[in-house]
């Protein structure tokens, strides 16, 4: 098991940036695929991105091009870089790990074994 704690979450105006980070427990980190996951108001959860342990990375087509994941393994931590922020994006953003899942089934929210409390982000237009 990891302990996961995101934070960065707030309110920004629409066309801004945000930058979430996600911190684990343990020292295993590397192991672990990343995934950040999002819950708007009256929605399911959706995927957001995703990072392996190898530094491969997929996107919902919503945030591509817009969203980065990465990755820091000397710190323990993966982050999620927002840019051209907008409305529609105003969610919680929920960080996510699991060390046995393949590059294929990453963005499957059931796959993930650990989950953060989520961090709130708010676009205003």
């Known amino acids: 098991q990891v302990q996961l704690v995101e934070s960065g979450g707030g309110l920004v105006q629409a066309g801004g940036s945000l930058r979430l980070s996600c911190a684990a427990s343990g020292r295993t980190f590397s192991r672990y695929v990343m995934g950040w996951f999002r819950r708007a108001p009256g929605k399911e959860r959706e995927f957001v991105a995703a990072?392996?342990?190898?530094?491969?990375?997929v996107y919902d087509d919503s945030v591509k091009g817009r969203f980065t994941i990465s990755r820091d393994n000397a710190k323990n931590t993966a982050y999620l870089q927002m840019n051209s922020l907008k409305p529609e994006d105003t969610a919680v953003y929920y960080c996510a790990a699991d060390g046995t899942i393949s590059y294929s089934r990453a963005s499957r929210a059931l796959e993930y074994d650990n989950w953060g409390q989520g961090t709130q982000v708010t676009v205003s237009s």
């Open positions: 990072i392996t342990r190898t530094g491969s990375t």
